[in-house]
């Protein structure tokens, strides 16, 4: 059993203001694997004040940029000590599939690299030539912290998204507050450790497991400088109208209904095998997964059996075994609106190829899913245009390669998406007219030197690298 009895406030293990521990429960048996104290709106005035004292101090922004990246290279080296570790916590917590959270854990050494890099080689302070040689005003533009950040990250990928803003934030300068998921109190309370251990200034750092009410106080709170979101677009919505009427600085990535073409020439077996990892990562509780399937008329019933062969070969059941696959959702009720869109499906007139409503055999302890594949589906579909966030998968078929690209483009999302093809200039050129803010050709990996971010619905603002970076900044123009 693990316990977290306190709350991580401004670098310190101190007494939360609700003594009650909430119970952690598997999602792949319902029993209790840890409890952990829940912030309260009075431990978010502790953790908000604690940010703004120090933040106020200058002690942490004044410290010159190399310092700050080294104690971040610290913290990024005690990270990947504790990789191990870390992907069982969040297995435990979210029933991730035990294969995705080590896959995933060098792509958080990749990531925070990406930014430490970036930070190296930012222009924190740059002299401007005058655009006309003979004026006697010179331009000194500096980047400054912003100040006290609140970052708020959903349950299913949380350190991904925890240190994609708290590395930046703090490597700018700034003071941050974290606000983490109930669900997740194990690892982020384990990551909460790590972050002690780098001797960060007091009052730089808070993490905080609490619900969506306490959430809101956080980030409506007038100390708050600027709001780094990720989660559900409809909870994105609230926030930029909050940061709105508050002037608060605001970045949001948000959902996702990527799409992945395949293109007449592509090789159908290869295209598959990267829709296993592309589509149905962490058990299609994924913003980025590619859950829509554009398959060419010609060849739709060829992509449509292979994908049929392709999920029903892979194994459901403990995230724990080596074997394993997909594991349950995170929670009883995630589980059930994954499974009344299954029945939505079947009931807009999709074909069902395989999978259903029902509950795998032998799981019915679990959050269990069975993994879906639906055929012959409209575009115009609910199961088509709606966030599922579960391994359900449609496959849409299209005429000539314009069609294609307009049904791709039929989303009020627009986050990620994918081209498969034997011509990689072809597929760049098609990669060209989606309107998503991040698109891979051939399954190739996300690149964390590049931004990473939504169009229309899928947010506001880029994260990772020097564009990510500069989010947590703001510009100062001095002249003389």
């Excluded at 349950?155 to 703090?170: D, E, G, R, V």
């Excluded at 992509?303 to 594991?327: C, H, N, Q, R, W």
Aim: hydrophobic residues 40%; proline residues 6%; glycine residues 10%.
């Amino acid at each position: 059993m693990i316990i977290y009895d306190r709350l991580f406030i401004g670098g310190s293990w101190v007494e939360p203001s609700d003594p009650e521990l909430l119970d952690i429960v598997s999602p792949h048996d319902q029993s209790v694997v840890g409890r952990a104290a829940q912030a309260h709106p009075a431990d978010i005035e502790r953790a908000v004040a604690a940010a703004r004292a120090s933040f106020e101090a200058g002690v942490w922004r004044s410290t010159p940029p190399a310092e700050r990246i080294a104690v971040l290279r610290r913290f990024n080296a005690l990270r990947e000590g504790n990789a191990e570790k870390i992907a069982h916590l969040i297995s435990l917590e979210t029933g991730s599939a035990g294969w995705f959270t080590r896959a995933g854990q060098p792509g958080l050494t990749r990531q925070a690299n990406a930014y430490l890099k970036a930070a190296e080689e930012f222009g924190w302070e740059e002299t401007l030539v005058p655009s006309d040689p003979a004026s006697p005003v010179r331009s000194v533009v500096r980047r400054e912290a912003v100040g006290v950040v609140a970052a708020v990250i959903p349950w299913n990928s949380p350190f991904s998204s925890a240190t994609s803003k708290i590395i930046p934030a703090l490597v700018a300068g700034n003071s941050v507050v974290l606000k983490v998921s109930p669900e997740n109190s194990l690892s982020m309370g384990f990551l909460a450790e790590l972050l002690e251990r780098v001797d960060l200034p007091e009052g730089v750092i808070s993490v905080l497991p609490a619900d969506r009410e306490t959430s809101e106080y956080l980030v409506s709170h007038k100390e708050v400088d600027k709001i780094a979101f990720t989660g559900s677009t409809g909870a994105g919505r609230r926030i930029a109208s909050i940061a709105g009427e508050q002037l608060k600085r605001v970045s949001l990535e948000l959902g996702g209904k990527s799409a992945a073409i395949i293109l007449p020439d592509a090789d159908i077996e290869k295209a598959v095998a990267g829709v296993k990892f592309g589509s149905l990562l962490n058990n299609g509780e994924s913003c980025i997964a590619q859950t829509r399937i554009l398959a060419p008329r010609s060849r739709y019933e060829e992509v449509v059996a292979a994908l049929k062969e392709l999920v029903e070969s892979l194994k459901v059941g403990d995230p724990g075994a080596p074997d394993t696959f997909i594991g349950p959702m995170i929670r009883p009720d995630q589980q059930e609106r994954v499974r009344n869109y299954i029945q939505l499906g079947i009931e807009e007139g999709a074909r069902l190829v395989t999978g259903g409503p029902q509950i795998p055999e032998g799981l019915e302890k679990g959050n269990y899913v069975t993994p879906t594949v639906f055929a012959d589906v409209d575009s115009s579909m609910r199961i088509a245009q709606e966030e599922i966030f579960g391994p359900v998968l449609v496959v849409i078929a299209y005429d000539e390669e314009d069609d294609a690209v307009r049904i791709a483009n039929d989303s009020e999302y627009g986050l990620s998406g994918g081209v498969w093809s034997s011509d990689e200039e072809h597929s760049l050129a098609v990669a060209r007219r989606i309107r998503t803010g991040t698109i891979t050709v051939n399954g190739a990996p996300l690149a964390f030197d590049g931004p990473f971010g939504g169009f229309k619905a899928s947010g506001i603002g880029r994260e990772y690298g020097a564009v990510g970076l500069g989010t947590y900044t703001e510009y100062k123009t001095i002249t003389l």
